[in-house]
């Protein structure tokens, strides 16, 4: 006896039969008109989820009553399935066996048996009570049916939803008798099939979602057994290592790289990491990851393999890149001019961008030298590239080997752990803006003319030479080619940096342009102080062209800054100009007299000697300079080398 089963899983089908009788039934004439079958067939089939559900139905029960009659030699029967509304879905057996039966009962696939006029049958009863049916012979109320031993039973889907009904018929009662332990035996085997069909469909669906989500992934994976055998990659690992990906399934980690993979010390050791740096040489080229691996273990702590994930360090520089915002922000438009001398510099500067070469900027302070850097990396086919400016007279002495060129972990004292890339690794693939490149020490000049012939690097403590592809863009406030004649400078990198020069002219220069852009400073900060004014007097503007601005553009911006917050009026006058200037020079002589007062009495508390006299003063001179060592050298008329031994 078939107990109905309590599953509640998507689709299935369940039987129990009546103590005491055999099996199931299931069919009566009388069909439906030719018309109402045309009609009807257009909506016979369920649509999406509950068809593949009759679809993989079919396939089981096909199955099974194949091996009935290679099993038990039986063919004189039929097997029917029905939907809920009690339509024909289809009939299995034998072929003659099912038309003869079709012909003489004028029964179809899409008909409905009318039971009003042939009487109940095992299939009604079944979609009445959800339970199997047995109706045999003359239990049948139509002549027509009584040389029938029929059982049926319910077919449900794993949410317990009844789809149909099954009927299984024979026209011999010994041969129903005989044949019902193959039925059963059926019955239980297409559950599992189906079971394990819905099973086999549900792990697919995971295998495609997983694997959709690893391939979605920017960074490589890869995952070995315990026998180092690939068992899966996904497209962007075997991208970055460059092997076929359906290849390298199945295949020894070994057999299909040129290196030896570090994911098998991992596996030997047992021990994994995480985000660890690693260079690796591999058809002719060096692959730089950060890469971390993780062992896999089973329940009682036996590796079954490793999973490695990985990632180019360019995609890792590149966003850090974005993140702390080492891109360009400025273009030729923003540089505001139309004088003949700003034109010109912009010419060059376009011609610049158009090249890959070095270039070398020159221009006093404030002149704008760091925005005509940007503007010519935005220009430039490395505009998508990373933008990182760096003042050469701001490093530190003893820092500047590591800030430009990296270092490994452990290489000396207070070097962070694993290790950390220079600002040139960091700019690989864009430009570097290396300002007030006169300021560089005479040692670091050599260590950076072996980077630009070699296009190559070593991180400070490091053994490999790390490939760069880095435009330079220098600039200097100072005539480097005087400062060559001086030895304050290497002759050899000035050529290399000076293949494309473009002199910043000094705004006293610009004629018109200082109109231009006192009037632009002045709408922004105007707005960005939520201020009304329109302009300056025409006696104001006639000041302001007619200064000489040792600081620039740089000055000028900031003195329109600060007459926009003091302004009163919607104009800015020649008498708001004398009022701010007056207060600049009585804060600033009240600055000197200050700093000399407290000169004066350190001096007098105690006696220093002439050489720690000129050391103080050398640092006095160096704040005063906001700590520029050539302008403090310039000042004082002294070579750097004694400012560099006077403040170390």
């Not at 430039?380 to 003893?398: E, H, T, V, W, Y």
């Not at 560089?440 to 070699?454: C, D, F, G, S, W």
Request: with cysteine; net charge neutral.
């Amino acid at each position: 006896m078939f107990k109905q089963s309590n599953l509640n899983k998507p689709y299935f089908i369940t039987i129990s039969l009546r103590e005491g009788r055999d099996l199931m039934s299931f069919f009566a004439s009388d069909c439906t008109s030719t018309e109402e079958k045309k009609s009807r067939n257009r909506f016979l089939w369920a649509e999406g989820e509950e068809k593949k559900h009759w679809d993989d139905f079919f396939v089981a029960v096909n199955k099974n009553i194949e091996k009935i009659k290679i099993n038990y030699g039986f063919k004189n029967f039929i097997i029917g399935v029905f939907n809920k509304e009690r339509h024909l879905l289809k009939m299995f057996g034998e072929k003659n066996i099912v038309e003869n039966f079709q012909k003489k009962h004028n029964i179809n696939t899409g008909d409905s048996w009318n039971h009003k006029k042939v009487g109940t049958t095992a299939v009604d009863n079944v979609l009445k009570s959800g339970r199997s049916e047995v109706v045999l012979g003359d239990e049948h109320q139509s002549d027509v049916l009584k040389s029938w031993y029929t059982a049926a039973f319910p077919i449900f889907d794993f949410q317990n939803k009844m789809l149909g009904a099954m009927s299984f018929i024979s026209f011999s009662k010994e041969e129903f008798n005989e044949i019902l332990p193959a039925v059963n035996e059926s019955i239980e085997n297409i559950k599992n099939q189906l079971k394990m069909k819905k099973l086999e469909a549900e792990l697919d669906e995971k295998n495609r979602f997983e694997e959709a989500i690893a391939n979605q992934v920017s960074e490589g994976i890869i995952f070995i057994d315990k026998n180092a055998v690939v068992k899966f990659i996904n497209k962007a690992g075997a991208k970055i290592l460059k092997v076929d990906l359906e290849d390298s399934i199945g295949r020894h980690i070994k057999e299909i790289v040129d290196f030896r993979p570090v994911i098998l010390n991992v596996l030997e050791s047992g021990k994994g990491y995480v985000d660890k740096e690693f260079f690796l040489k591999s058809k002719g080229e060096l692959l730089h990851f950060i890469k971390s691996a993780t062992v896999i273990k089973d329940d009682n702590g036996n590796i079954k393999g490793v999973l490695d994930t990985f990632r180019e360090i360019k995609r890792v520089k590149k966003m850090v890149n974005v993140m702390t915002g080492a891109q360009a922000n400025f273009c030729f438009d923003d540089i505001i001019g139309e004088s003949e001398e700003i034109n010109k510099s912009k010419r060059i500067a376009g011609i610049a961008a158009e090249s890959d070469s070095n270039v070398l900027i020159t221009g006093k302070t404030g002149t704008g030298k760091e925005l005509f850097a940007q503007s010519i990396h935005r220009a430039s086919g490395r505009q998508d590239g990373p933008f990182l400016a760096i003042n050469c007279s701001a490093l530190p002495m003893k820092l500047i080997e590591s800030e430009l060129f990296g270092y490994v972990e452990g290489s000396f004292t207070g070097a962070s752990k694993g290790g950390r890339p220079g600002k040139f690794e960091m700019a690989n693939g864009g430009t570097i803006f290396l300002d007030e490149i006169g300021e560089m020490p005479l040692n670091m000049q050599v260590k950076l003319l072996r980077v630009i012939q070699e296009r190559k690097l070593m991180r400070i403590g490091g053994s490999e030479l790390i490939p760069i592809d880095v435009r330079i863009i220098a600039a200097t406030n100072k005539d480097l080619s005087k400062e060559v004649e001086k030895n304050n400078f290497r002759g050899d990198l000035y050529y290399r940096l000076n293949v494309l020069n473009i002199n910043i002219p000094e705004l006293k220069n610009r004629g018109n342009d200082i109109r231009l852009l006192a009037n632009h400073f002045l709408s922004i900060f105007a707005d960005k102080l939520n201020k009304d004014i329109t302009g300056f007097t025409e006696k104001a503007m006639h000041y302001l062209e007619n200064k000489s601005w040792p600081g620039n553009v740089r000055e000028l911006e900031n003195c329109v800054e600060r007459l926009v917050n003091f302004a009163q009026d919607d104009l800015i006058s020649y008498k708001d100009i004398v009022n701010f200037q007056h207060g600049q020079n009585e804060k600033e002589e009240k600055t000197n007299e200050k700093n000399n007062l407290t000169a004066e009495k350190k001096l007098s508390k105690e006696i220093l000697s002439l050489n720690e006299m000129e050391a103080e003063y050398i640092k006095r001179v160096l704040s005063v300079c906001d700590n520029n060592v050539s302008e403090a050298a310039r000042r004082l008329g002294v070579s750097r080398t004694t400012i560099y031994k006077n403040i170390n």
